[in-house]
């Protein structure tokens, strides 16, 4: 699968890309990532990305040209199929396990990170197929968003969170399953109390543990 990121502080990803299972993930081959500085796309001198906007208002608003020029180039690694744009917005629909699980079904996930004041409502309208907003705040930039949701997808393919069974177990066809884990000791001493594991988590029983992880669990949709 892979993910095409489009930004004006790409340096932010470098760290990000650089550890745990994303960077396992990108050595196997399981998943691709690619960063794109969005000014690559302009064409004056001083590599432009924004302007005042029309009608008056504070701040700056990013312009729409640099972006379709982006993705324009950028999907043509798919030969437009199987490709999602996403944009970036507080005005978007709330990404969720669901919104993770349509996105994983895609061979190319492009991501647009907004900035400054927002961007062009051309951009929204024409460019991007879907608008995601990850909760009831605003940022500074889309680029934390892209990071969740490359996190999110990426762990719904297949090999990149442990094995497959892990991925078969927690996926159903209502949502992603979690559920309380445990580890070793049996027995932790907290605020002088201890607090142990659930004695079913050590019967050895297979059938009541599951039915125990099924009672406990919660569906993420």
Not at 127 to 135: F, L, M, P, Q, Y
Request: glycine residues 8%; proline residues 5%; charged residues 35%.
């Amino acid at each position: 699968m892979r993910f095409d990121i489009i930004t004006i502080f790409p340096s932010l990803f470098t760290p990000f890309l650089k550890e745990s299972l994303i960077k396992r993930a990108l050595e196997d081959g399981r998943i691709t990532v690619n960063i794109h500085d969005l000014r690559k796309w302009t064409t004056d001198p001083h590599k432009t990305v924004d302007d005042k906007p029309f009608g008056g208002g504070s701040g700056m608003v990013m312009k729409a040209e640099p972006i379709y020029k982006a993705v324009t180039d950028i999907r043509k690694y798919s030969e437009g199929k199987g490709v999602k744009i996403i944009l970036f917005t507080p005005r978007g629909k709330k990404f969720n396990q669901k919104k993770a699980a349509d996105f994983a079904e895609y061979r190319q996930v492009i991501m647009i990170c907004g900035r400054y004041e927002g961007v062009d409502e051309r951009v929204a309208q024409y460019i991007a197929d879907e608008k995601i907003s990850i909760g009831n705040y605003v940022l500074m930039g889309g680029e934390l968003p892209a990071m969740i949701v490359l996190e999110t997808v990426s762990r719904l393919v297949p090999g990149v969170v442990g094995k497959k069974e892990f991925l078969e177990e927690r996926k159903k066809e209502e949502g992603f399953v979690e559920y309380p884990q445990y580890t070793k000791p049996e027995s932790v001493t907290i605020d002088g109390v201890k607090r142990r594991v659930p004695k079913i988590l050590l019967s050895g029983n297979h059938e009541k543990i599951k039915k125990w992880k099924d009672k406990k669990g919660k569906t993420i949709k």
